[in-house]
């Protein structure tokens, strides 16, 4: 009986997996059945917008994070598919931070044109994956969503994309029982315009604290203090935006912060990340890690050590995102194909051993950067993944993080070159700071 590969989510991870596996089949290889379970009724993953929160309509967690006005937060050039440029897709060059519509047609018009949806059973949840050793195969159970009755399948490989930037890690602070406003995590977060008028209070210093901050501020929020626990973001805050240190307690609507600070407050937007949760896997299947840039256990990234035939993409923190995603596959793929065999279990420990003794040595953001694009050279190098200028999106990155410190509400203003086509993007019709239509009529109406 041939072969069969479960892929779990249809997001850009799972996408990028069908998409390697069907362009090995046109090329003539012989490909094994695969089958990828999808809980949502569409593809996209976080792409696809949504406005419930808490609670879907079958009673599981929402998986949606993203909100409206959503923007690209780094270059379009730096994750750009190799096999299928923005020109090719929107048939001219566009601005190089594109609102999330524009990014969601972009990955979807890949999967679209490359005829992978016949391969996904959209609504329909992976419920349990345990690994059968006498049989040498994974049990997966799966369930239709709208009330269907649980199945179980056999499958060789299991690839698991379900993302992990969708179940909050949520603390408390004192008095936040009492508190007379609203408290939620980002990825409740859904319309900057609720807060208008108020005075908001976002805890966290990453890219959902600084997105969130300018999000509020743009759309009419009284002011936004942010509370860091570590470090400051430090960018140049336009007016009614500050950094304090992390908040102590609440007392009724007034916060107070470590050193003494304090500050009325109407609402609060706990942006503390997201926990890597697994619990349709079996206990010894499943990756336990913070947001990090090279977890433990993944061999390339990506082969579960202890069992290789169980394989995770895109668990990784992301500076690179689409690109890395299809790294991971094309490689997973030929894996799976034969293509690629893997060393004993004591070289790949040893192997993950040292990029997680190279990323300690990681001393900011730009060494970060050429941290993440050796990895993807690593693995771009023994698949056969069109090349592309790699280098070019390292400097795009630094870059970016440059524009950022000169100018957090410009830095999406800025248009970098494409690393497939060489094409510079044209400028943005309207500065995104004013911009405050995010649709993809708007934005690519407003090309140049
Ligand atoms: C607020 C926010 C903004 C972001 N903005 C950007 C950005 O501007 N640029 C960028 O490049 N990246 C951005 N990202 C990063 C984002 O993680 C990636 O772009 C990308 O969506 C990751 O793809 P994925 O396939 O790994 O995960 P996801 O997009 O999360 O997709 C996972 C899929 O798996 C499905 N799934 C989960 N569990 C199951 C199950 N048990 N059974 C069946 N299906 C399941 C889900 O329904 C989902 O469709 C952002 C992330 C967040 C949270
Ligand atoms: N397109 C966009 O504009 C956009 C917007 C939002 C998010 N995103 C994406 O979403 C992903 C997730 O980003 P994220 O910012 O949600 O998560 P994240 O990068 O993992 O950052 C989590 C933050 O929470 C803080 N934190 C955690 N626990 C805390 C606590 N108990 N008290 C105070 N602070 C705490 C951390 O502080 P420490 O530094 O102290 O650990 C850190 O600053 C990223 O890939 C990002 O690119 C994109």
Redesign the pocket.
Known sequence: MASRVAVVGAGPCGLAQLHAFEEARRGGAEVPQVTCFEQQGDWGGLWNYTWRTGLDEHGDPVHG???RS?????PKECLEFADYTFDEHFGRPVASFPP?AVLRDYITGRAGKGGVRRLIQFGTAVRWVRYDRGAGKFAVTVQARDGGRARTEDFDQVIVATGH?STP?V?S?GGFGQFPGRILH??DFRDAREFAGQRLLV??????????ALQAAKYGAASVTI?????PMGFGWPAGIEEVP??SRVEGRTAHFAGGAAREVDAIV?????RHSFRFLAEELRLRT??VLYPAGLYKGIFWLANPALMYLGMQ??YY?FTMFDAQAWYARDYVLGRISLPPPREMAADIARWRGRLAACAGPADEIDFQASYLADLNKQVDYPGYDLDLTRAHFKDWEHDKMTSITGYRDRSFSSPCTGTTAPPRHTPWWHELDDSADTFLGHQA
């Open positions: 994070s993203m909100y959503l923007w690209s937060n780094g999330r930037f890690d603390p602070f980002s990825h805890i966290g210093s990453s890219y959902s604290a600084e997105d969130i509370s860091y626990r570590t470090a992390l908040l706990l942006c503390t990340g997201y913070p947001n923190d992301q995102t």
